[in-house]
Each structure stands twice: as C-alpha cells, then as structure tokens.
C-alpha cells in the first residue's frame, strides 16, 4: 500500500525520537484537465516523505487547502487566507515545540504560498527553528540535474516539472492528454491582479508534454540532497 500521509505509530515516534518534524504543505486548486486538484499536496508530501526517511525525521500529515487565490474562477479550487495559514503552521509548530520538538521543515508545494517565507522569517528571528524548502535555488539545481527544458518562469503550472513528478510517483493520476497541454504565456507582468484566468485558458502554464518519470526521480533525488545544508542549519 502507497499511501500519502504517514502510517507510524505513537510508538514507532518515540523510539524515533526525531528532533526536526517535517510538514508538507500543498493546496486544492485546478491543475489542467489532466493532473489533480491536489497536485500540489501530492508534490509536498512526495518530497517530505522522502526527507523523512533519508534523515529520520518526524512525518506530519499535510495541510490541503491553502492560498490558492489566482487560481479562482477554475472549477474544484478552494483557499483560505494567508492569515489562516499563517495560524495553522504556528499552531502546529506551537504544539511540537511543547511536546519537544523545537525545529520544523516547511515543505512548500504551491509557489502562491508567499506567506510562508514571513513566517520562517519571523520564526528564526532568536535563532534557527524553521526552514522552507524547497526554494527557487533548489528547484534551478532539481531542473539542471534532471535535464528539464524549460525554466520555472516558462513552467510555471501544471507543466514539465509537476508532470515529471507524478509521472515517477503517481502516473495513475495523470491524465494521457497531457502531452497536448502546452500553454506559454510570458510575461505575466499583471498576475496578482488578474489570476491566472489573464494568461491562460486551460489552467496550463507550462509544457507539460516534454514530462518524464525519469525526469520526476531525478527531480525528487535532487532535492533529497540539497535538504542536507538546511538540515545542518536546524541542527
């Protein structure tokens, strides 16, 4: 059984005796016609699953809905504000920290989850406790290594990078039109007025038709690797 959200026991914590806990979180919003609503919580979780098991680190199950607002007006999306989210991950870092866990690893799958980096940033304000990742230097690195095409400009949605990533994990969930749903639109100069709905019909910022599964297990070992220095930054 492959299943998303951790399976461990209160037990299995303990002997763990993690001192870093890793929360994934993603999003419920349009990804095209040929990736799922919840593209975005599956690409968080693939990734801090994959941190948990490379350094033995305490797996939270992710948060699903958060701020998907440019993506409004495509059918099945869902957000909550930024101050919402900004409680749920204080809260959850809160509630580790009493329980003797004082570091966090944010696991960022919506690039529209701008909060997220005002929140580390104040959390770290006395030293150290919390980090996001992946960032835009890890992702250029994950893109290099795996030959990707585009760059994450060009890539911005449901194209070659996410594809890449289900296609590895999950090609079950993929549609098999997506090697028909390439959609450029650059520059988007206006995007935090207009949403995506001002550059893109479809919901597809990307090319998505030059995806692999070779190109997602590249991807994801890329960024099992470079989670080692924020790792040592925690610790």
Same mark, same amino acid.
Do not use: K
């Given at each position: 059984?492959?299943? &998303?959200? !951790?399976?461990?026991?209160?037990?299995? /914590?303990? +002997?763990?005796?993690?001192?870093?806990?890793? &929360?994934?979180? %993603?999003?419920? /919003?349009?990804? %095209?016609?040929?990736?799922?609503?919840?593209? +975005?919580?599956?690409?968080?979780?693939?990734?801090?699953?994959?941190?948990? !098991?490379?350094?033995? &680190?305490?797996?939270?199950?992710?948060?699903?809905?958060?701020? #998907?607002? /440019?993506? #409004? =007006?495509?059918? =099945?999306?869902?957000?909550? !504000?930024? /101050?919402?989210?900004?409680?749920?991950? !204080?809260?959850?870092? +809160?509630?580790?920290?009493r329980s003797g866990i004082e570091r966090l690893a944010i696991i960022n799958g919506h690039g529209g989850n701008y909060v997220l980096a005002n929140v580390v940033q104040q959390a770290n304000v006395a030293g150290p406790r919390m980090t996001l990742f992946p960032g835009r230097m890890e992702w250029e690195a994950a893109r290099a290594a795996a030959g990707l095409q585009t760059t994450a400009s060009e890539d911005m949605h449901a194209g070659e990078l996410e594809v890449s990533l289900l296609l590895h994990a999950y090609p079950e969930l993929v549609g098999d039109d997506f090697q028909q749903g390439d959609w450029q639109a650059s520059p988007r100069s206006h995007l935090l007025v207009t949403g995506m709905r001002g550059y893109t019909e479809s919901g597809v910022i990307g090319r998505p038709s030059l995806a692999t599964a070779e190109k997602g297990r590249v991807i994801l070992d890329s960024l099992a690797r470079s989670f080692k220095d924020h790792l040592a930054l925690l610790l």
């Open positions: 059984m492959d299943i &998303l959200i !951790t399976t461990a026991t209160s037990h299995d /914590e303990q +002997d763990r005796a993690a001192r870093v806990a890793v &929360l994934p979180v %993603g999003s419920f /919003e349009q990804h %095209g016609g040929f990736l799922p609503l919840i593209t +975005d919580t599956i690409v968080a979780c693939l990734i801090a699953r994959r941190l948990s !098991t490379d350094y033995d &680190l305490l797996l939270l199950p992710p948060v699903t809905l958060s701020c #998907s607002h /440019e993506h #409004s =007006g495509f059918a =099945g999306t869902v957000s909550i !504000t930024a /101050e919402s989210l900004t409680a749920v991950v !204080t809260d959850v870092a +809160d509630s580790l920290r």
